[in-house]
């Protein structure tokens, strides 16, 4: 089955610094990659969408300067949270879209741990 | 707008009997429906899939869930619970842009 790797899966950071997480298709090229943020025992909360080449989408309520989303190669997209403060500990997970597939299938990255201190 | 809901947010069976997690949704075109699965600390792995043709649709480690129209239904079930079931899952319906809208999952717990 289609692979999606994320780095790092665990990161501690203190209040102020910028974090970068990586999301990569292993094995299919991805125009879309999604970014998600899970918090304990709830559901995934979508934050934007990853285009190849284009500026990401983001859905309402998430800030577009804090987050920062770019999908430069149809492999790899990178969120970075910039200037981190203690709330925006979380678990970020990301997905890619494998247009080969019906429904245009979404493959799951492993997520990654924020903490911020 | 599409919606899904998944009716209890936590199940708990014994080892052995048969599992059922509900899902309803709500789309106003023709659905993609996917049931991912969620271990502690991991992203999520895909269960299995309906987009188009055969309505009942099998997946990985026995699952398998039925697409049901009239019902806007579909629901997730196993024969026969092992214990490594357990986790959390999520139902979820494709909508434009190729967006998942996600219930709010079940965490099922398998006694032994």
């Known amino acids: 089955g289609a692979v999606v790797s994320q780095h790092p899966s665990r990161v501690i950071c203190k209040s102020g610094t910028s974090v970068k997480i990586e999301c990569r298709s292993l094995d299919f090229q991805a125009t879309t990659m999604f970014w998600y943020r899970q918090f304990p025992k709830k559901s995934l909360m979508l934050m934007a969408t990853?285009?190849?080449?284009?500026?990401?989408?983001?859905e309402q309520g998430v800030e577009k300067d804090k987050f920062l989303i770019n999908h430069a190669s149809l492999t790899l997209s990178t969120l970075t949270v910039t200037s981190a403060h203690p709330e925006d500990s979380s678990f970020y997970i990301c997905?890619?879209?494998?247009?080969?597939?019906?429904?245009?299938?979404?493959?799951f990255g492993p997520g990654t741990r924020l903490t911020v201190l | 707008a599409q919606s899904v809901t998944q009716l209890g947010s936590h199940v708990s069976v014994s080892e052995g009997a048969l599992v059922l997690l509900r899902c309803n949704y709500s789309s106003s075109v023709p659905p993609y429906l996917f049931w991912y699965v969620q271990y502690p600390n991991q992203g999520l792995q895909l269960l299995l899939k309906?987009?188009?043709?055969?309505?009942l649709v099998k997946g990985i480690n026995g699952f398998e869930a039925e697409f049901k129209k009239s019902e806007t239904s579909f629901h997730l079930t196993k024969p026969s619970a092992h214990m490594s079931d357990a986790a959390e899952y999520f139902c979820a319906v494709s909508v434009v842009g190729g967006k998942l809208i996600f219930g709010q999952g079940t965490e099922l717990s398998v006694k032994p």
């Open positions: 309906y987009t188009t043709g055969a309505t």
């Open positions: 997905s890619a879209r494998d247009p080969g597939t019906s429904g245009n299938t979404q493959y």
């Open positions: 990853s285009n190849e080449g284009s500026k990401a989408t983001y």
